[in-house]
C-alpha cells in the first residue's frame, strides 16, 4: 500500500523510522508492503536525516493529492488548522487517513467520522490517546460488548511526571515543572499540558467515541495542576493518598459529566501507582467490569507504534487478513 | 447472523443473557441481528430457565452442522475432547468459531488457526486469557507494529485472590484457599488454578500469538502456589515485597522461556497492586514500550463479554464496518 506521511516531527520521524526498519516483519503483517510514496515537509533536511530519498519529500500537500497511487494518508502536522483540511480533502476523495492529533478530533471526530462513512475512507487514530496504549481499539472492538458507563484515567504524561516528583521528593510545583522542561517532557510554554487542556481533548476524544455524542472542550470542567501547592501533597501523603490529575467523563440519566482536575486518591487505588511519564485510561462496562489501560503516553517510537499499527489494520483489512489468525512459523 | 453457541454452563449462560438483554445495542454495532439460532445443552433446563425458546435447545451436534443457516459457532464446552472435534468439524465446513477455551487452544491453537486459513473461516479466542481484559485483540492489531520481546502477568484469578488473602491477612495457604472455595472462586477440586495449569494454558496460548511459534504446556516450567506458606509471605513483606503467581515467557536469542512459578515483586511494581480476582497482562515491546492491561479475569459475564465482543468483531467484517469509525447519534 502507498502512503503519504503529512510532516517529520516527533511521531511523524517515529513512523518513518519504524516503517524503514522493520520493513519485512510489516510487510509479514500487513500482507503487503508499507511504501513512503511521498513525505511532506517544509524542512527536507529533516526527512533526508533519516534516510528518505529526496524525491519523496515534497513541500506541497496538492503534490500528494495528485498522486493517486496514494491510498492512504498519514496526518501528523498537529493543530486544527491546515491538519484539519487536509484530513478533510483525503477523505472526500475516499482515502484513508491515519492521526495522531488529538486536537483536530477533539473537535472534529464526529464529522470526520461521517465524511469517512459517506466515502467509503477509514479513519483511524489509536494515537491520538494514550500514546502506545491500546485504547481506541480495545474499546471499539473488544468492549463493545459491555455498554461503558464511565470513562477515567491519566492521560497526560508530563503532568503526571510533575505530580509524582512532587509526591516521591516534597518539591515545590515550579522545581518540578523546570526538571521535566529540562528531561524534554515538558515544552518551554507548558500551558496545554498543566492547564490541563491536552487532557481534555483526549478525554474528549474517547468520551465521544465511547458514548457515540460529540463531546467538546466546552462540555469539560477543566482545572490544571498550577495551584497544587507542597503543602497539598504533603497532606494528601499524610492521609494516605497521593494526587494525580483526573480525566473522569460519565453519563448520567442520559447528561455527559465530565471533568479533568487534580483529585486524591488512595494510595491502594490502581491509578495512584501510576507514575512518572506513564498514562493509564480506566473503563467501567455493565459486562465487563472495571477495566485499565498502562503504558507510555507519549513519546515518539511509542506514538509512531500506534500510527504504524492502524496503517497495518487499514492493510489488512484490504486483504481480509484476520490479525487473530496469523500463519505460523 | 445466524450463531449457534455449544454448551450453557457459566460463560454460555452469560453469553446467552447478554445477547438477549441487550439485543438492540448488539444489533446497531454489528449492523445486523444476532440470532440464536441452536443450543447445544445437554440439560436442556439450564437455557430454558434462560428463557431460550425450547425448539432451539438441542442435544446433538450433527444438528447444528445440519443447519446451513449457521455461520458461526460460539464452543462454550470446555475441555479437549468433542470441544475440538466440534471445532474442527466447524472450521473444516467454513463456519467461524469463537472460543473461550484455554484448554483446547493451549494444545491445538497452531492446527486451528491453519484450519481456519485453509476454509478461509475465523477462529477468535479473547475470551480465552484474561476473561474481560482485551488481550488478544490489542496484542494482534494495535500492538502489531511492536517487536514483543516478553509477556508476563497475574493470569489466574483464583490463586491471585488465595495471595492476596495470604498477604493482607496475614492467613496460611489452606484457610485462604478454603475461603476462595466457599466464595466460588475455587474449585471443589482446586489442582487446576493452584498447581499453575490454567495460567500455563493462558501463556501458552498468548505466547503462541505474540511470537509466533507453537507453545505447549511441556515447554512452560510450573510451580503452584501450593508450597507458599504464611512465613514467606512475611519474609516478603519485611522485605517491602510481596508474591505473586507470575506468568513469564520471552525469547532470547530466538528460544522460548517460560515460567509460571509464585515469585516476590516489590510493593511499587505494577503488578504487585493486581488483588483479589483481578488479572492483569504486561507486554514489552521495542517501540511501544511497557504495557498493562488490567480487569476482571474470569467470570459469567466479563468473560461473556469477551465472547460477544468477538461475534460482534465477525458480523462487523461482514459488513465492512470499521469500528473506529461509529455512526453518531
Known sequence: MN??????????????KLLMKNEKEYTAK??????????????????AALGVPAETIVSSFDEIMADDSIETVVELIGGKTSAYEYTKQCLRAGRNVVT???????????ELTALAHANHAMLMYEASVGGAIPVIGPVSRSLAASSISRIYGILNGTTNYILT???ADGIPYGEALRDSQKL??????????????????????????VFGVS???????????????????????AGGKTIKLLADACMENGRLRA??????????????????CFNAVCFIGDACGEIMLYGR?????PTASAVVGDIIEICRRRHDVVPENPLWK
Open 3 to 16: 502512503i503519504a506521511i503529512l510532516g517529520c516531527g516527533t511521531v511523524g520521524s517515529g513512523t518513518v
Open 30 to 47: 500487513a500482507g503487503e508492503p508499507i511504501v513512503i510514496k511521498k513525505l511532506l515537509e517544509r524542512h527536507p533536511e529533516k526527512a
Open 100 to 110: 495522531a492529533n488529538k486536537d483536530m478530533l477533539a473537535e472534529y471526530l464526529g
Open 165 to 167: 516528583r512532587m509526591a
Open 184 to 209: 524534554g517532557y515538558a515544552e518551554a510554554d507548558p500551558t496545554n499540558d498543566v492547564r490541563g487542556y491536552d487532557s481534555a481533548r483526549k478525554l474528549a476524544v474517547l468520551a465521544s467515541l
Open 215 to 237: 463531546v467538546h472542550m466546552a462540555d469539560i470542567e477543566i482545572q490544571g495542576i498550577e495551584d497544587v501547592s507542597a503543602q497539598d501533597m504533603l497532606d494528601a501523603s
Open 259 to 276: 471533568s479533568v482536575k487534580p483529585v486524591s486518591l488512595p494510595l491502594e487505588h490502581p491509578l495512584a501507582s501510576v507514575n512518572d
Open 297 to 301: 503516553g507519549a513519546g515518539s517510537l
